[in-house]
Every structure is written in structure tokens, then in C-alpha cells.
């Protein structure tokens, strides 16, 4: 307890409020951002084969997928009409993209925590010959060219994980809806935000009020931003449903239209 309080003495922790510190805050901050939002990414799709024999039909398909999207895994059972079921895969595989991207998230974030670090309690000898200082732009360097090429890379993997996931593409797949007699459709394409610790004030009056717990729902659910899980998971409104899903603990909200494609 003594060295840490020697060295919380010690630190110059003025260099924080300077452009040299306040910048690797900032690349902190948004590796963090970077890594959590696609590491953590999962989705899920629902479908319905509706057969020409409706006692053959399935009318509730799940199709999950998450990092790091290596799709040519992920497969569900599909009615084939005649009474029993096949296996239908989604196509590609785009692990290396998205694994790039959080790599270099990852590392940036060790940087930018071991650089704060340096700049707080070893200011003396980061400046010492000017080695720091020239070793920590060769680095930035390095990172800032990481950043645009794996971000390039995850752009180019997130467009193919969209065309792949897209529900008239995986309906393609699907032998027993090349038939005309069978009706295929997608009732349902939504993200599934991680378990999240985050308990606000509202959450907590619902747990304790029932009658509450319902107007907290719609307090952060309003009309105006319903729960839309049927638009796809690029899109803003989708970005609202994943706030709206951790306030309301992962359950649908009041207002919850119907779940349509």
C-alpha cells in the first residue's frame, strides 16, 4: 500500500489535462468501444417454412450467429416438406476480418494504458534523450495505419455478414422453399446485447413495484421510439432497441409493435 502510495505522490498527473495525455484517454476510451461492441455481438433470425401440408410445417426457426462469424458453422433444421428435416447452413466465413479488428482494439487499449501509465509516473525518463517521445510516435504511427486497415478489413466483413444474414439469402438456401406451394418468410431479425450489469433507478423501481416495472417499461420505451427488432442491426433504430433491451432487462417493452421483416 505504501509503493501505491508513493507513487499516486509521485505521479505528474497534470500531462492527463495536455494534449498528450488527453489524446490516449481518447484512443482508450474508443478501443474499448471497438472491442466491446463487436466482440460481444451476437444476432439472431426467425423464420417460418409454412408447407403445403401445414402438419409438416415450422413456423419458429432460430438461427443465432455472433463473433467472430465464421457462418459456414452455424446451421439449423429446416421442414422439408415430406415429413422430415435437413440441415441448412449459412454461407462464408468472416473470422478473420472481425478477429483482426478487436486485435488490434485489444493491443491499442494495452497501449494506450501502458503510454498513460509511462506519461503519469516515469515522465523523467520518457523524456530522457528523446527516446521516449520518438518511440511513442513510431508507435502511434504503427497503430494509426492498424486502425485503418483492420478497419477497412471489418468494414468490407460487416457488409458480407449482412448480405449473408439477410433474410431473402437465407431463405435461398433453404431446398423446401424453391417449391411455389410452400411459403417461406422471416418473422423476426434482432441483436442479443450480452448480459449487462447495469441497473438504473428505473429498473430498480420496477423490481420493487410491479405497477412501477410498467411504467418504468414504457418511461423507456416510449411511443415515439418503439421497439423495432425487425429492422436490421446496422441501422440507428436498432442501436436505440439494444439501450431500450438493457433498461428493460432484456424483456419486450409495452409499446412492442409486431415483429414484421
Same mark, same amino acid.
Given at each position: ?12 498527473? %497534470?500531462?492527463? &489535462? ?18 466491446? /461492441?463487436?466482440? !460481444?455481438? @451476437? ?11 401445414? /402438419? ?29 428435416? @435437413? ?43 528523446? &527516446? ?11 497503430? #494509426? ?6 478497419? !477497412? ?13 439477410? $433474410?431473402?439469402?437465407?431463405? &435461398?438456401?433453404?431446398?423446401?422453399? %424453391? %417449391?411455389?406451394?410452400? /411459403?417461406? &418468410? ?14 438504473? !433507478? ?11 416495472? #410498467? ?10 421510439? $418503439? ?35
Amino acid at each position: 500500500m505504501d509503493v501505491v502510495n508513493q507513487l499516486v505522490a509521485g505521479g505528474q498527473f %497534470q500531462v492527463v &489535462k495536455e494534449p498528450l495525455g488527453f489524446v490516449k484517454i481518447l484512443q482508450w476510451v474508443f478501443a474499448i468501444f471497438a472491442f466491446a /461492441t463487436c466482440g !460481444s455481438y @451476437s444476432g439472431e433470425l426467425q423464420l417460418s417454412v409454412d408447407c403445403a401440408n401445414k /402438419t409438416h410445417s415450422l413456423l419458429n426457426i432460430e438461427v443465432e450467429f455472433e463473433y467472430p462469424f465464421r457462418l459456414h458453422q452455424v446451421y439449423f433444421d429446416a421442414p422439408d416438406c415430406r415429413g422430415g428435416t @435437413s440441415k441448412v447452413f449459412l454461407l462464408g466465413d468472416y473470422s478473420s476480418s472481425a478477429e483482426f479488428f478487436v486485435t488490434v482494439a485489444v493491443f491499442a487499449f494495452l497501449y494506450s494504458m501502458g503510454a498513460l501509465a509511462t506519461y503519469i509516473f516515469l515522465q523523467n525518463k520518457y523524456r530522457e534523450n528523446n &527516446k521516449g517521445p520518438v518511440l511513442d510516435f513510431l508507435a502511434t504511427a504503427v497503430f #494509426a495505419f492498424m486502425w485503418l486497415v483492420s478497419s !477497412s478489413a471489418w468494414a468490407k466483413g460487416l457488409s458480407d455478414v449482412k448480405m449473408a444474414t439477410d $433474410p431473402e439469402t437465407v431463405i &435461398k438456401g433453404i431446398p423446401s422453399c %424453391q %417449391q411455389k406451394e410452400n /411459403t417461406c &418468410k422471416a418473422t423476426a431479425l434482432r441483436v442479443r446485447p450480452p448480459p449487462s450489469p447495469i441497473r438504473c !433507478s428505473l429498473v430498480s423501481a420496477a423490481q420493487e413495484d410491479p405497477m412501477g416495472g #410498467a411504467r418504468a417499461q414504457e418511461k423507456a420505451c416510449p411511443p415515439s421510439h $418503439p421497439y423495432t427488432p425487425g429492422l436490421h442491426p446496422s441501422s440507428q433504430e436498432t442501436l436505440n432497441c439494444i439501450y431500450i433491451y438493457i433498461i428493460c432487462l432484456s424483456e419486450p417493452c409495452p409499446h412492442s409493435p409486431p415483429l414484421m421483416h
